[in-house]
């Protein structure tokens, strides 16, 4: 069974950073991407950034130029680094991990979820 779980949201003022970690475990022979999404209340999940296993990277044009993605393949690990937080920033953040070779199944998963307040 594969699990991803989120850390790092929180509420933070406009203007200020947080970064989001998530962990994928289980047994994972292999990850093709990994990336965030996000849902603010009333809105459709929407795209954040996404990274591939050789490190290429893909943003939501709000999030290109303050937002970092990147992971970490031995350890099954992804982040994104945000800066430059804004109101509209604020949503319930999903860790999302897409081609995962696992035992007898090949397929893509979801976090739970962390919420992000931006707030003063």
């Known amino acids: 069974q594969v699990q991803l779980v989120e850390s790092g949201g929180g509420l933070v003022q406009p203007g200020g950073s947080l970064r989001l970690s998530c962990a994928a475990s289980g047994i994972i022979f292999s990850i093709d991407a990994m990336g965030w999404y996000r849902q603010a209340p009333g809105k459709q999940r929407e795209l954040v950034a996404t990274i591939s296993r050789g490190g290429g990277t893909n943003y939501e044009d709000s999030a290109q130029g303050r937002f970092t993605i990147s992971r970490d393949n031995a350890k099954n690990m992804v982040y994104l680094q945000m800066n430059s937080l804004q109101r509209e920033d604020t949503a319930v953040y999903y860790c999302?991990?897409?081609?995962?070779?696992?035992?007898?199944?090949?397929?893509?998963?979801w976090g739970q979820g962390t919420q992000v307040t931006v707030s003063p």
């Open positions: 999302w991990a897409g081609g995962v070779y696992t035992t007898g199944k090949y397929g893509n998963y």
